[in-house]
């Protein structure tokens, strides 16, 4: 028996020395599967118009269709977040992945609006499963010097996946016309059925390069009897309430523009796929933005400050994006998925950065996981206002004045907890 096995500190350092010393392989692998978890998630905003008009869904109907997944989310990261610090991270990592699957597949066989929701819900309870492993891998692999470097790399992940979930689902759909068993038009259900393939492929990679280690090296639990936990530390804490306020609004925002964007840039002029090429931007864009906010910050005087001038940066552009002219609105999209994601990494890294290790989990899962809850707010209210009101336009406003608001929680991304 050894050191680790018996509880001995000893064991525990070397286990976390091993995983320190190869930190990145982890991080890689987790990244894969996160690129096709989140093109799975996003992929319904680079089909909602072919939906639409395939099953005759009002802007209300598709809205819901795109919000549908975020409860889930919320739901199961809490929940997550409690199960990934007691029982690991490679337990969770495959009941994420088995859920997602099972939505896809639902999506690609289902036949009317109903089902259709019922596949995209599964979808994002297996991406609530997911979200808090991303902290915990960095947080629990990562010498102390690259657990930023570490944060960048999920978070990158998170908005690549989405970027390639609304750019290629619209072509990998025109690709894969013919899907086995399906009734009726198929020009949306190929899209989904890529994804599906895609998360197999990425799971397999996850599994090869680190799933059996992960569950060996699996994480202290916390002393019998103790009553430190996280129930009082995390969820007291108005820093980490301030900062999933920040990423509620965030994903209402990203969400709300990722679903909504192609419509309103179609409105003004472009045709849907350069539309959806353009808003794809803003979150290919949060990859210069998660690679280099870590180094930016200090720059512009702290987390804090650079939190308060990308709100201001959104809050303009989404003024702007109202206003007549295909250009102005494109550059506003630009300008908005620039700033948004900067935004978005401070947010996403806070667990890894600010909170203590045996946290991480649980912090991820009440910021990731009620933050997320802004994506299912967003799509769905911008779909019933353009229903009554005949344009985006008034979305847009309330959109820019919550954002200024939102001011309020900047100072809190600079501050630790624990």
Not at 119 to 134: E, K, N, S, W, Y
Not at 266 to 273: F, H, I, S, T, V
């Amino acid at each position: 028996m050894d050191g680790r096995e018996r509880g001995s500190p000893f064991g525990s350092f070397h286990v976390m020395a091993e995983s320190h010393s190869r930190w990145f392989v982890p991080m890689a692998a987790v990244c894969f599967l996160t690129w096709a978890i989140f093109g799975s998630l996003v992929s319904s905003s680079g089909l909602i118009e072919v939906i639409r008009t395939d099953l005759g869904l009002s802007y209300s109907h598709s809205g819901f269709l795109l919000s549908i997944p975020f409860p889930l989310i919320t739901l199961f990261a809490l929940t997550g977040g409690i199960f990934v610090d007691r029982l690991g991270v490679s337990k969770m990592a495959r009941l994420g992945v088995c859920l997602v699957i099972a939505g896809g597949l639902t999506r690609v066989w289902a036949t009317g609006l109903w089902q259709l929701a019922a596949g995209i819900a599964l979808v994002g309870a297996g991406v609530g499963v997911i979200f808090p492993i991303l902290p915990k891998v960095a947080r629990e692999t990562a010498p102390p010097g690259r657990r930023e470097t570490a944060a960048a790399f999920y978070t990158a992940a998170v908005v690549t996946g989405a970027a390639m979930g609304v750019a290629l689902s619209g072509p990998l759909a025109v690709y894969l016309r013919e899907v086995p068993f399906a009734e009726g038009r198929t020009a949306w259900r190929g899209g989904y059925l890529a994804w599906v393939f895609a998360l197999f492929f990425a799971f397999i990679i996850w599994e090869w390069a680190c799933g059996r280690t992960l569950e060996k090296a699996s994480y202290e639990p916390r002393v019998p009897g103790d009553r430190s936990g996280v129930s009082f530390s995390i969820w007291r804490s108005r820093a980490v309430w301030a900062v999933t306020a920040a990423l509620f609004l965030n994903n209402v925002i990203f969400y709300t523009g990722i679903g909504w964007f192609p419509t309103i840039l179609r409105a003004k002029g472009w045709p849907l796929d350069q539309a959806g090429l353009i808003v794809s931007l803003v979150a290919w864009l949060g990859v210069v933005a998660v690679l280099t906010a870590h180094k930016i910050a200090p720059i512009v005087g702290g987390v804090a400050r650079m939190a308060a001038i990308c709100a201001l940066a959104v809050a303009a552009a989404l003024v702007i994006l109202s206003l007549p002219g295909s250009w102005t609105a494109a550059w506003a999209v630009i300008l908005i998925g620039f700033a948004l994601n900067f935004w978005f990494v401070l947010c996403m890294g806070y667990p890894a950065r600010a909170v203590p290790a045996e946290s991480a989990g649980q912090a991820g899962g009440m910021i990731i996981g009620l933050g997320y809850f802004g994506g299912f707010v967003g799509p769905w209210v911008a779909g019933v206002i353009r229903d009554f009101s005949g344009d985006f336009s008034p979305a847009l406003y309330a959109l820019a004045a919550a954002t200024v608001l939102s001011l309020v929680t900047a100072s809190s991304l600079g501050r630790r907890v624990g």
